[in-house]
């Protein structure tokens, strides 16, 4: 495996060149937080927040994608008939996105590309994407990343690790895939590190791993039937601070829900794939005005049962879950997934 040691002006340096051959994204400040932007050219990544406050996701899975079009003009040959949206899928490097956050990513691919469905808009991005991942050396105190089958160095799901080395602003450059080679020689990044590199990337994810004292532990809720869990008698008081905001929702990087809508425009319309929450009332609202889901408590329920049990049951792959700590920091109401998890473990 190739690690390559990046100084300061190779990296400005090595961006810009790889900028002629991808779309760079990455972190960029808004005000006091972070989120991922398509990089204007000569603009750096600002690798300095831990987190961004939305995760990665809608680089894959859009807030709003246009699927298809329409016009309701009787007058147009091709009225009412739905064509599909033209779309673009240009070759992107992703700089910076955390590890963890590449492996919830991964999850959202478990559900948009399996034996029943592939979604042709989120296979299309995912797959233009080069991966370049940052390790966290300094976790945040809302990172539970260890427990969830991920870490702050996990390279699941990403095409390059980059590892800080140091107070220059250089890094190490571990090449994980042949996506991430193509991007490398794009940047003609190719000074390789010292020997002993491999052993220095290992010290410094143990201190980053031990750092991180946040936990959860769901062993006893994998051994519960789900209808034990579904009908214990905690989740009124659990769910009773909860104002079904979906923040938790949207800024999850492996929350996959959707809604489909058409909507017009005088004679123009388009079919519109939007984010979605189960948290919201209207999410199961059925056209009979029936709701299974019509007191807030069964939404905070189904959030957490599918988080920590339905989706551990199906897939046999852990939560979905990758421990970013998100949803804790931005609750209004303080509800943390960890507390949750741990009640349901009692
Ligand atoms: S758990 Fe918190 S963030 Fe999520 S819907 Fe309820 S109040 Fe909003
Ligand atoms: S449930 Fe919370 S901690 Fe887990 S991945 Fe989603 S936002 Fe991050």
Not at 300 to 313: N, S, V
Request: charged share 30%; hydrophobic share 35%; net charge negative.
């Amino acid at each position: 495996m190739k690690i390559y040691h990046i100084d300061r002006e190779s990296w400005v340096k090595g961006l810009a060149a790889s900028a002629e051959v991808y779309q760079l994204v990455g972190p960029v400040r808004e005000k006091d937080d972070f989120d991922f932007k398509v990089l204007d050219k000569g603009q750096m990544p600002d690798l300095t927040g831990t987190d961004t406050r939305l995760s990665p996701k809608a680089l894959v899975f859009p807030k709003s994608e246009i699927m298809m079009t329409f016009s309701t003009d009787p007058n147009d040959p091709d009225c009412n008939i739905m064509k599909e949206a033209k779309k673009e899928y240009p070759k992107r490097a992703v700089i910076g996105i955390r590890p963890y956050d590449a492996r919830a990513l991964q999850i959202l691919k478990m559900n948009y590309d399996n034996g029943d469905y592939q979604d042709p808009y989120f296979l299309n991005a995912y797959e233009a994407i080069t991966f370049v991942g940052l390790a966290v050396n300094s976790p945040s105190s809302t990172d539970f990343s260890t427990s969830c089958g991920t870490g702050p160095f996990d390279e699941k799901g990403l095409d390059v690790l980059l590892v800080a080395a140091g107070e220059e602003g250089d890094f190490y450059a571990k090449i994980l895939t042949d996506k991430g080679d193509a991007w490398a020689k794009a940047a003609g990044f190719s000074k390789e590190a010292g020997s002993d590199v491999s052993t220095r990337i290992e010290a410094m994810k143990k201190t980053a791993e031990e750092a991180i004292s946040s936990k959860i532990a769901f062993d006893k809720i994998e051994k519960k039937t789900v209808l034990e869990l579904f009908e214990a008698d905690h989740w009124e008081n659990t769910a009773f601070a909860c104002i079904n905001c979906g923040t938790c929702t949207y800024a999850c990087p492996t929350c996959w829900c959707f809604d489909i809508q058409d909507e017009n425009f005088g004679t123009k319309g388009v079919r519109i794939k939007n984010w979605d929450s189960c948290m919201t009332g209207l999410f199961t609202l059925h056209g009979s005005g029936h709701n299974p889901r019509e007191h807030r408590y069964q939404r905070t329920r189904q959030r957490f049962m599918h988080k920590l049990k339905y989706f551990a049951d199906k897939y046999g792959e852990g939560i979905m879950c990758v421990g970013c700590g998100r949803c804790v920091r931005q609750c209004p109401a303080n509800i943390d997934i960890r507390e949750i998890c741990e009640t349901m473990n009692k």
